[in-house]
């Protein structure tokens, strides 16, 4: 069963819009996530992370909000940039509980961005 | 420059074989993970170590066997067990368990394919 949920498979921008990638999760104890980027053929690297106790963390064009209550969170890149296609994973775990060793990875979007 | 290194990039096995994927890291990590990727189904995780000599299972860990005998080495054999071999195996290794300032960083990725 999946505890980290990216629903939609992909997603295409126009280069300078905004692009929302989503992440739904079901344990209710996780307490931290991560977004990480993906070209092909190379591993991930980390982009951007938030822990429970925020609901918004910034970094440059990149945004992740988080909503508890629904247990949802959302990626925004602003502008979008044609090097912003790759795929985007969610990642999830649960450190208070001490499972904070395991990173639950949703399957995946992937962005384009038209020129 | 330090980073965590995977080799080979491309490898070829006959079924029925072991093969042994190595993964090296010169970044002082304590934790160490093995992830699969498949079509469709994010990064899964096989197995991972916290420290020196000690590993745990991960979600899908039937058909592999890792061992943690260095700091900045843990090779997975993948074991003729394993039924869908096929697959890009990513490394990873982090400072230890997630902190709010902790991520993983993940190798380039060994595509394994089973003929």
């Known amino acids: 069963d999946q505890q980290v949920k990216q629903n939609s498979p992909s997603l295409s921008v126009q280069e300078g819009r905004i692009s929302i990638l989503n992440c739904d999760y079901t344990?209710?104890?996780?307490?931290?996530f991560l977004w990480y980027k993906k070209y092909p053929a190379e591993g991930p690297t980390f982009l951007i992370s938030?822990?429970?106790?925020?609901d918004k963390n910034e970094d440059g064009r990149f945004t992740v909000f988080l909503n508890k209550s629904a247990k949802h969170l959302s990626l925004h890149i602003v502008p979008s940039q044609p090097g912003d296609s790759a795929v985007y994973f969610c990642a999830a775990l649960a450190i208070l509980t001490g499972a904070n060793s395991k990173l639950t990875f949703g399957k995946g979007i992937t962005l384009s961005v038209r020129p | 420059d330090g980073g965590i290194t995977q080799s080979p990039k491309y490898l070829f096995r006959k079924e029925g074989q072991n093969v042994t994927l190595s993964c090296e890291q010169n970044l002082n990590h304590d934790a160490m993970y093995w992830y699969r990727q498949d079509p469709g189904q994010g990064l899964r995780l096989i197995y991972y170590?916290?420290?020196?000599?000690?590993?745990q299972k991960g979600d899908i860990a039937e058909g592999y066997s890792v061992s943690r005998e260095k700091k900045e080495s843990f090779p997975l054999t993948v074991t003729s067990a394993q039924k869908n071999p096929t697959a890009f195996y990513l490394c990873a290794s982090s400072q230890g368990p997630f902190y709010s300032d902790t991520e993983a960083f993940f190798g380039q990725g060994t595509r394994l394919t089973v003929v």
């Open positions: 938030i822990s429970s106790i925020k």
């Open positions: 344990n209710s104890m996780f307490d931290y």
């Open positions: 170590s916290q420290i020196v000599n000690d590993f």
